[in-house]
């Protein structure tokens, strides 16, 4: 549909009107309600050898602690000064070095750490400690305090991936801070993977909260989960083999807003072409590889971060045994009856 011409007395009554905080729905419409997504966020690879040397570097030029979090974001280039990674989601590099704290506080923008580089380093969220390794997947549920140190010895660099963006349009967002830089720990390390992460519930166990009580999802149970299904070769022809981290209490996705996932490719394994209203944020963990994102290609291995906007079809093609991290809104979307996907390219198959 387009617009309806704009004759003279219409651009004077436009005019007018305009004066009175109104505008005509038929000028905009094709605008506001397109036919299928149309997105600002672009396809884009942060190779990790590239960016490594520039999250060092701002471990000399400034600490931790003064930053409060020492971060640099990973900025879409379609859309440049917003932080944000897609349109709904923000994502970040974040460097602690041995000996260092990032101060405790509270927001309720939910958070999730992938861990790229180093272990050791810990975090805590509500009175409970959990050392980090590369590959683990940790959450900062909404309004939950947490805090940082790293204890080790080497430097650790995760992702952080956030939905502030998200809350920020629904003009949700609170911070607190805690009175001293580190919040006191009420629980034992270990003790919400000791309760919660076996396939068992404590009996009369009751969760009322929208999040799982499990915050750390150790990569060493992640890979043996992949190793033990790839055995049946039952290999999705979009996702090969691909796996949703999920809240033990309900099956939810961990997080209320925020879906997080882990992804087998075997060697020379080539996906078919997939799309998704949901963009896809992702870190290859092992293996080389290519993802063509709307008919380009962009060449992926360990540790670099690449995203697929909305919408956009793709597919994978591995070079190697790939395993492929990945986040999006999904959680967020599927809650309010948004979500779609189209399988493989035919245009007669409807999207659901
Ligand atoms: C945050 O709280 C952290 O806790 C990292 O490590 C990145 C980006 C935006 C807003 C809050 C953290 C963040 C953040």
New binding site residues.
Partial sequence: MNAPKVTPERQDYYNKIDQKSMTPLWEVLANLVTKEPVSPCQPHIWKWDDVYPNVMEAGSLITAQEAE?R?LILENPGMRGD?RITHSL?A?L?LILPGEI?VA?R?T?S?L?FILHGGGAYTAVDGEKTIMEQGDFVV?PPWTW?D?GNDSDEPMIWM?G?D?PLVNTMDTSFVEFWDEDSQPLDRPVNYSPDHYSHNMLPVGYENSKPYSPIFNYPYARTRETLEGMRKYEDWDACHGLKVQYINPVNGDFAMPTISTFMQLLPKDFTTTPYRSTDGMVYSPVEGTGRTIIGGKAYEWGPKDVFVVPSWVPHHHEASEDAVLFSFSDRSAQTKLGLWREQRGNDPKSEPH
Avoid: E, I, K, P
């Fill in positions: 979090r971060v932080s923000y970040g974040q990032a506080h927001h923008a958070a750490r900062t947490h940082h952080d956030l502030v």
